[in-house]
């Protein structure tokens, strides 16, 4: 089975300031990660992926992400916010318990960016 | 711009209506999904195809009715729906069920039940 925590429901910056938002994952297999951001009445955006390469992952948009399978963490960074930055974020694992790989969304995050 | 294309991007209907919800994808993508989502709430699947086939269904009521006329094309099918289901609809699709790839979605319809 698979599972993902966003720890923090709401997280609020500065613009110029960096971004941090955290994610633990459970998986029993060699799970998929991803980070998708969502702008209102849009779809979700892929910002990054990891999938068993390096586990430092650079996105779009200045994000980037790092894989630590000892602490099942992939949070996602950005140096620093811009006022564009400011929506909602989700966590996804996929694996292939199951026997396809149905990804498990996170609660989301909501990233406000303050002048 | 998205790659994944739903119509329409907003729809109002009462509870006595049949009205059908539209997806397009021209990647090449063999899995398709139909999810829900709430305002601030994650998306919620509702039905996996895969392959043109339904692979999956979430145990939705069957006032929704997914089809998968070719490969490219999804569709949901709405009938006397509650206001309960007022949210955004996404689609998505992916390179198969059994890939570890990504996942493309569709910007939505927004979906009102009067």
């Known amino acids: 089975a698979q599972s993902v925590t966003q720890l923090d429901s709401h997280v609020s910056v500065s613009e110029g300031t960096p971004v941090l938002l955290r994610c633990n994952y459970s998986s029993s297999y060699s799970p998929s990660l991803f980070w998708y951001v969502q702008h209102p009445n849009k779809g979700l955006q892929l910002l990054l992926k990891?999938?068993?390469?390096?586990?430092l992952v650079k996105g779009i948009n200045g994000f980037e992400a790092e894989f630590k399978k000892s602490e099942t963490s992939f949070h996602l960074t950005k140096p620093s916010a811009h006022m564009s930055d400011a929506a909602e974020y989700f966590c996804?694992?996929?694996?292939?318990?199951?026997?396809?790989?149905?990804?498990?969304f996170g609660r989301g995050t909501s990233l406000i960016v303050h002048p | 711009d998205t790659e994944v294309t739903q119509t329409p991007k907003h729809l109002v209907m009462g509870m006595t209506n049949k009205k059908s919800l539209k997806c397009e994808q021209h990647?090449?993508?063999?899995?398709m999904y139909w999810y829900k989502q709430k305002a601030k709430k994650p998306p919620e699947l509702m039905f996996v195809?895969?392959?043109?086939?339904?692979?999956i269904n979430e145990s939705v009521p069957s006032r929704f009715s997914p089809e998968c006329p070719n490969s490219s094309l999804l569709n949901l099918h709405l009938h006397a729906l509650q206001p309960e289901d007022s949210a955004l609809y996404l689609c998505?699709?992916?390179?198969?069920?059994?890939?570890?790839?990504?996942?493309?979605f569709g910007d939505g319809t927004r979906l009102s039940i009067l």
């Open positions: 990891y999938t068993s390469a390096a586990t």
């Open positions: 996804v694992v996929s694996d292939a318990s199951g026997g396809s790989y149905i990804p498990t």
């Open positions: 990647m090449g993508h063999r899995a």
């Open positions: 998505a699709s992916s390179q198969s069920e059994n890939s570890n790839q990504p996942q493309h």
């Open positions: 195809y895969s392959y043109e086939k339904l692979s």
